[in-house]
């Protein structure tokens, strides 16, 4: 019972350092500053804690939800046969980026509000997690968004199929090179965005970043979503293409698949090298 007390005294707050969303130290007005230590490669306590669950579990159901919600506006847009009497790409781009942002805001102080495993990827290199809970992490977002997009199909398997379920495909008049560009980029800036909005540094000198830290990231998945929406009908979160991928289950769709796992890891990694190394500095390796 006592490791039980201990979970539900401490919580999400267990392995704080690592959370990089809502859970960072704030620290005082003094310009004084500690750089939280690197998450180890491999954490076996993590294993014992509810808190680590949990965190998972917050995960499943954020991308469910996600899932859930922007494939149903992306079905409606398509099955409508007039375009003004929709939302359009406009809604559909807004639905991803208003979905992130509430998202991110209810589970950021759970297990951080990645809801994405190319966010998952880029903050595992950046050492803000342990390789333990970012397999767990992908893991349950990619089980989510199975069930998510299958909920849906499941309720209206008709219009599901003859909307495209909500899978990403490069679109006709574009190369698969465009589409990879497009993802590569498109991820990078939602990343970078991440990187930003959740350094534990700022967080220490400015109290509001954390607490606007959902906005900028909501923000910048709206933003995306309008400039590639037409190019792949935008990716940039593998956990999001595989659930539609796996529920709609074409043949054109699974040609186009490793562009959404390929892009967006890489744009991930480059996101991750560019604000460690160069906007903070800060090496890889640790000095012990």
Not at 30 to 41: F, H, N, R, S
Not at 76 to 100: D, E, L
Not at 162 to 167: E, H, K, L, P
């Amino acid at each position: 019972m006592e490791g039980k007390e201990e979970d539900v005294r401490l919580g999400a707050n267990k392995f704080s350092e690592r959370q990089p969303i809502g859970t960072a130290a704030q620290g005082s007005e003094d310009k004084d500053y500690k750089e939280p230590p690197p998450a180890p490669l491999f954490e076996p306590g993590e294993l014992k804690s509810w808190s680590f669950y949990r965190a998972g579990i917050a995960e499943f159901m954020a991308t469910f939800l996600f899932l859930y919600v922007t494939i149903l506006t992306v079905m409606g847009v398509n099955n409508s046969p007039s375009k003004c009497a929709t939302v359009g790409i406009q809604g559909i781009a807004w639905s991803f980026g208003g979905m992130i942002f509430a998202l991110v805001y209810c589970t950021a102080g759970i297990s951080g509000g990645h809801i994405n495993p190319a966010v998952t990827f880029g903050l595992f290199l950046a050492r803000k997690l342990s390789l333990t809970r970012a397999v767990f992490y992908i893991v349950m977002q990619c089980l989510g968004a199975i069930c998510g997009a299958g909920v849906v199909k499941g309720f209206q398997q008709g219009l599901y199929m003859s909307s495209g379920g909500g899978a990403n495909a490069v679109n006709p008049g574009y190369t698969k090179g465009d589409g990879l560009g497009a993802e590569i980029v498109g991820t990078f800036v939602l990343v970078y965005t991440v990187f930003s909005a959740t350094d534990a540094k700022r967080n220490a000198r400015d109290s509001h970043v954390p607490i606007l830290a959902p906005l900028p990231i909501g923000f910048a998945v709206f933003l995306v979503h309008l400039a590639t929406i037409p190019i792949t009908g935008t990716g940039i979160n593998p956990a999001r293409s595989l659930g539609a991928a796996i529920i709609y289950n074409r043949e054109h769709t699974w040609s186009d698949h490793w562009i959404f796992w390929v892009g967006p890891f890489i744009g991930a990694a480059l996101a991750a090298v560019y604000h460690q190394v160069v906007i903070r500095a800060i090496p890889f390796k640790s000095k012990s």
